[in-house]
Each structure stands twice: as structure tokens, then as C-alpha cells.
């Protein structure tokens, strides 16, 4: 049975349903070995780049692991490809599975499992692995666009944490209807708006329908020639979000030059504070992919630069 150390915070992925089920589900583990209800932290890459594991010890799940976490009583349980070795942290690491079921398994070793949890992390590794070949994958895309559509504390809220409200919940029938009416729509009209922000980069516009279902037909059926495709996403408090996703492993690469991160081949970052509009955003992905390595910083990139410094 692994061991974990007594944590003073949870800490996940807050962008995607894999994060909001294995935060949830750490919480639950931590109140089942320590009796006590330790607090949940989400973050986007970017965000959580910058935050330090200042606490003596934490969990982390949903989020890579990297050489800053490899500290005494911490653990993290997460699926993301890392080249770091764990000398002094707990790492629960596979990525054959996703963060939420390297979770459940944790639970379960301890007593904490049901059907209806069964159900739900199996939709939830589904949809976060995209395991197109199960004859789930559909449904699980749904429940994997609630949190896409909603955003992870909003769905929080709702839910009051208890995860298990998921299961066919009423608001996945607004998700089915608009994937079985927009995004055949959406596809269609996705296809003709392509624009290309480097070489081997396209920024696919989306005005309906669902952009990671969009975005992946538009690779499957080599509907343009470029290998990674980009969309963005303005959430309500002006934060824009790329969504970057390839085939061949690609997608991680260019989010990593964005400061962001994710799988070989679906990958986010979320634009620099002073970009606030999408339009601006394709102009600063464009100048970045474009720039010569000694070139010097375009005006975009000279405020993101100030911006990194101020916080410094």
C-alpha cells in the first residue's frame, strides 16, 4: 500500500474534469487517513508555475512533475510525461492512465469506492486520454466538456464537491444536444478558417460546437496541412487560454514555448495578462512562432517580458 505523508494542501490541474476528480477524490483520501479536511487549490500551467510548494508537505495531482516538487512529504500522483526522478517526493506516476483513476486506485486501497465512482472515473479516463476506440468515448466527451463549458469551480459549486452528481446529471443532455447538433456545423465551418501562425502551426476559429472534437476530426481527416492546431478560449475575466493538439506529439512542444503544458499530443497555455482579446492573442502566438531565436523581442513579447519581471 503506498504511503503518503500528511498534507497541508491539495493542489490540481483546474482546466480540465481529470483535475476537478482527483482533487476531489485526494480530499476524500486525506480525510479517510488523517481526519481532517485539508484545502483544494486548482491552477492552469502558467499559474501554477509560479506558484512555490511553500507548505512543508502537499499533495499534487493533474499537474507534471518537475525537479522543484522532488521534496520531503510531498507526493505527487500525476500521468503527464516527466524526464525528473523522484529522489525525495512520493510519485505515483503512469500515463497509461489518467490523474483521476491513479487517484481511485489510492481510494481504493483504502476502502473508498463505489459504482458510482467506478463509473465516473472510467468516463473520466476515457474522455481525459481520449480513448476514441471505447464505445464510451462519446458520452465520456461530454462529461469531459462540463468542465470545459461550466469551469471547474463553478461545477465545484454546483456539485457541492460530491462528484458522484455527475452521473447523468441534466446538464449532459445541453452537452449531447450540442454536439450532435453544432458540431457538425462547427466542423464544417472550422474547416474553410484555418489560419496559419508558423509552419507547422494553424489557428482553427470556432464559433460552435465542441473545439477538442472539432479540432481532432480536422487532424483524423487531414483536413489541413498543418500538424498542430490551436484554439483559443476567452473566459469571462478576460483570460485567454490556447488549446494546442497534434498527432504525432507535437502539441506539448509548442505549448512548452507559452510557458504551458500537458500530453504529447493535447496541451493548453494561457496567454500573458496584458492579452486580452483573441485577436491579440493569434498576433502574439504568430509573432512567437515566427521569430528568429536571436531576434529581438517584438512589442508583445517585451510586455510579457515586463510583466515576468514585475512579478520577480
Known sequence: MTQLPRPEVIITHESDLDGLIAGVLLQRLARKLFDTDVRLEAYHYNFWKQREPREKAG?????????????????????HVTETTATHAVLVHDVNKSAGLLCY????????????L???????????????DDPDFLIASDYANLVKH?????????????????????????????????????????????????????????????????VHQLLEEKATRYPVLVTLFRRANNT?????RSRDGEAIKV????????????????????????DDAVEYLRQVLTAKKDAPLNSLESLFASIEMEKK
Open 255 to 278: 505549448a512548452e514555448r507559452f510557458q504551458g503544458g500537458g500530453h504529447a499530443n493535447a496541451a493548453g497555455a494561457v496567454m500573458p495578462k496584458a492579452i486580452r482579446q483573441v
Open 118 to 132: 467506478d463509473r465516473l472515473v472510467h468516463l473520466n479516463n476515457v474522455a481525459d486520454l481520449f480513448l476514441e
Open 59 to 79: 499533495w499534487i495531482t493533474d499537474l507534471s512533475f518537475e525537479a522543484r516538487l522532488d521534496k520531503p512529504n510531498w507526493a505527487v500522483i500525476d500521468h
Open 240 to 244: 485567454v487560454i490556447a488549446s494546442f
Open 150 to 214: 461550466y469551469q471547474f469551480w463553478n461545477l465545484h459549486a454546483l456539485l457541492d464537491g460530491q462528484i458522484e452528481k455527475l452521473l447523468d446529471h441534466p446538464l449532459l443532455e445541453v452537452m449531447e444536444v450540442k454536439r450532435r447538433i453544432e458540431n457538425p456545423l462547427g466542423f464544417e465551418w472550422s474547416k474553410g478558417n484555418v489560419t496559419e501562425l508558423g509552419p507547422t502551426v494553424g489557428y482553427v476559429e470556432t464559433v460552435i460546437g465542441n473545439n477538442n472534437l472539432i
Open 105 to 116: 486506485e489510492l481510494c481504493r486501497e483504502n476502502g473508498l469506492s463505489s459504482p458510482a
